[in-house]
């Protein structure tokens, strides 16, 4: 099925690499525990939340709904959107199209 878009790849990537970024722990969608996120340079924590961005968006494709650390990220394809949640709180739409 995959996630259908009309923007490019790249723009998309990188409004998800700062949602998921924003997830409290999100980092053990790798299986990472708190020291060693830590002990993660900043530019390497970046490129961590890039590739768990990446693996969202393709996995979205699959499977509608996605839990990373404390949050969930939806594909809504009837508005063309992924919703990235925390709780009750919506921390960004990224639009599709």
């Known amino acids: 099925m995959g996630v259908r878009h009309a ?11 700062a949602a998921v970024g924003q997830i409290e722990e999100g980092y053990t ?3 990472m525990e ?3 996120w ?9 490129e961590v939340m890039e590739a768990l961005a990446d693996d969202v968006f393709f996995g979205l494709g ?3 709904e996605i839990e990373v650390g404390k949050g969930v990220i939806i594909y ?3 508005h063309h959107v992924i919703e990235v949640s925390q ?3 919506v ?6 199209i």
Do not use: M, W
Not at 91 to 96: E, G, K, N, S
């Open 34 to 36: 708190p020291e060693e």
């Open 7 to 17: 923007r490019e790849y790249v723009e998309i990537l990188q409004e998800l690499t």
């Open 29 to 31: 969608f790798f299986e």
């Open 87 to 89: 709780g009750d709180n």
């Open 76 to 78: 809504n394809s009837k």
């Open 91 to 96: 921390i960004q739409i990224v639009r599709l």
């Open 62 to 64: 699959t499977q509608p």
């Open 38 to 46: 830590e002990a993660l340079h900043e530019d390497d924590r970046h």
